[in-house]
């Protein structure tokens, strides 16, 4: 299984580029994050068309969190237990949901297509609303690994936090001043891990960042961080055989600020192979 993630910050604008990239890139599961649309405006169509099954949950223009799969999706899910959700002002612990998480099952793995929240502020309730989050993803990973601890887990997607000094390369994000770099948001990626789940990228991608601010020339400088992440369960990561960061995807005529990270998985393999990468120690 190829398995991908991108935020496409607007399907709509960018279906032509998100189809064309998994069908050349020969990708079986592409996770999406801020789709910007309903549910009924995703263009499935262009999908369809070219041999996926789309799962898609958004709202309204923010937000919103789609799985493309070359298998069927089975026991999709449009929030894991616990979930908080945020509005502005809202007073008490039931406020809304967003649009912000969607789980399938294709081939035997679990899928998470995750958007966490900006934090928009050190001090702003977004940033609490973003911690609480975090807080209730760890204890459904944690309770989902306790259950059945060799299940093959992917965590995908858009998580908005720096986790290292080393991803980030963007001079405005300041520890200590700014969000996705501060400790306590480090502090609930770290959490996040602990729960039984492990970045599969860097160890076979060493550098290299996953998006660029728009503004101030900050692609072409390469000042960006490293915000995306495919997390796997050790059944997962026993799997990886291969990772990339598409960094050309920022390139061209309207790109996305985002680009897609990319793992290859194989499930067959003797997980005892010398030839298979050492994600977990």
Known sequence: MRLATWNVNSIRARVERTVEF??????????MQEIKCKAEQFPFAAFEEAGFHVEAHGFSQWNGVAIASREPLA????????????????????APQEARAIGATIGGVRIWSLYVPNGRALEDPHYFYKLDWLSALQQHVGDELQRTPDLPLALVGDFNIAPTDADNGDPAVVPGFSTHVSEPERAAFAAL??????????????????????????FPKNEGMRIDFILGSHALANAVTGAAIHRDERKGEAPSDHVPVVVDLDFTSDEDDDDRPMIFG
């Open 22 to 31: 998994a069908v050349r890139e020969h990708i079986d599961v592409l996770a």
């Open 75 to 94: 026991d999709v899910s449009y929030a894991f237990p616990g979930m908080p959700g945020f509005a502005k002002d809202h007073v008490g612990d039931d």
């Open 193 to 218: 891990e602990s729960a039984g789940v492990t970045d599969v990228v860097r160890p076979l991608v060493p550098t290299g960042y996953t998006y660029w601010d728009y503004k101030r020339l900050r």
